[in-house]
Each structure stands twice: as structure tokens, then as C-alpha cells.
């Protein structure tokens, strides 16, 4: 009895310090630039086992609907995941939303509005 009490403590105690490295993105920055190529820079700092913590995936969608979902195996760096994608369909007024997930724990999203054509801006 004592051992299995013992050993389910020992093995908490591993799961939990396991966690401790794994970090959810700190932050996700957009850009939609006029030839509707949207930038994401995925801010996720990796301290160790850059092989299995990294952005897993990467999770667009156009006005509610999900137009891509790219999966990663690795990162770009050990401090981000930066991706590109063109968005032919957005339009003036509609709303970009991306998901980022991380490898081990964690995930963010990040929206985009783009201005309406009478507020004089454009992609």
C-alpha cells in the first residue's frame, strides 16, 4: 500500500514538472499587408526540447469559417513560429481569426478586423 501511495506521488511529481517547461504562445501578431498576404509571428519561447515543444498548429478562419490549418513538426526558431499565407477572399470589413496551438500546452487567438471600405481604409 505504502509503495503504490509512494509511487503515484513520484509520478505526479514528474507529470507536473514536465508542465512546467511547456509554455502556451505569449503572443500573436497579424498583418495583412495590400497584396492580401497575411503575416503571423507567433511569439513562443522554447527553453528546452525544441523537438517536441513548438507550435503544432497554425488555424485560420475567414469570417467564422476555417480556410487553413497547417500543421508543424518543428518550430522556426526557439523564439517563434512566423508563417505566411494569401488570403484571396477577404474582403474589406471581414474578420480574420487565428488559432495557434502549442505542441504540449496551451493555445491563443488573435483577430484581425479589416477596415470597411466607407471608413476609407482598405486592405
Known sequence: MKY?????????????????????PDSVKLKLDSTSTL???????????????YIKYVI???NG?????????S???IKRQDVKY???DANPGDKIAVTVVCS??????????LPSENSGGGK
Open 60 to 62: 485560420v478562419k475567414l
Open 86 to 88: 494569401t488570403l484571396i
Open 75 to 77: 518550430q522556426t526558431d
Open 104 to 113: 504540449l500546452y496551451g493555445e491563443m487567438t488573435q483577430m484581425l478586423a
Open 39 to 53: 503575416s503571423v509571428t507567433v511569439f513562443h519561447p522554447v527553453k528546452k526540447n525544441p523537438s517536441t515543444h
Open 4 to 24: 503504490s501511495i509512494f509511487s503515484g506521488l513520484i509520478l505526479s511529481l514528474i507529470l507536473f514538472a514536465g508542465n512546467t517547461y511547456a509554455t502556451p
Open 65 to 73: 469559417i476555417e480556410i487553413i490549418k497547417q500543421e508543424f513538426q
